[in-house]
């Protein structure tokens, strides 16, 4: 059992950088892949991004490559996407997620977190 908990939501402006975290409790966390949702307002969830238990597999989705960053830490059971050049279009709630597949298909990860807001303004 994995439980996850986002942080680091807000307003900023286009351009502008964000850092969100994602505190995971339970014993697996370092074997699980880790990946990071969007979800627009009508819209259904997205991939962004997602990393390997080590860290050495990393995905993007093509709209956020270049400018966002998905890293983790498994001594402190944490999960980060650092977010830059960011643009109106990037407004959506993020969700955190944990599976054991590596993978952009949001089905395929067993624990979601609850999701913070992000709101970028032109």
């Known amino acids: 059992q994995v439980q996850l908990e986002e942080s680091g939501g807000g307003l900023v402006q286009a351009g502008g950088s964000l850092r969100l975290s994602c505190a995971a409790s339970?014993?697996?966390?370092?074997?699980?892949?880790m990946g990071w949702f969007l979800q627009a307002p009508g819209k259904e969830r997205e991939f962004v991004a997602a990393?390997?238990?080590?860290?050495?597999?990393?995905d993007y989705a093509d709209s956020v490559k270049g400018r966002f960053t998905i890293s983790r830490d498994n001594a402190k059971n944490t999960v980060y996407l650092q977010m830059n050049s960011l643009k109106p279009e990037d407004t959506a709630v993020y969700y955190c997620?944990?599976?054991?597949?590596?993978?952009?298909?949001?089905?395929?990860?067993?624990?979601w977190g609850q999701g913070t807001q992000v709101t970028v303004s032109s």
């Open positions: 339970g014993r697996t966390f370092s074997s699980n892949v």
């Open positions: 997620a944990a599976g054991a597949t590596f993978s952009r298909e949001k089905s395929l990860y067993d624990y």
């Open positions: 990393i390997s238990w080590s860290g050495l597999i990393i």
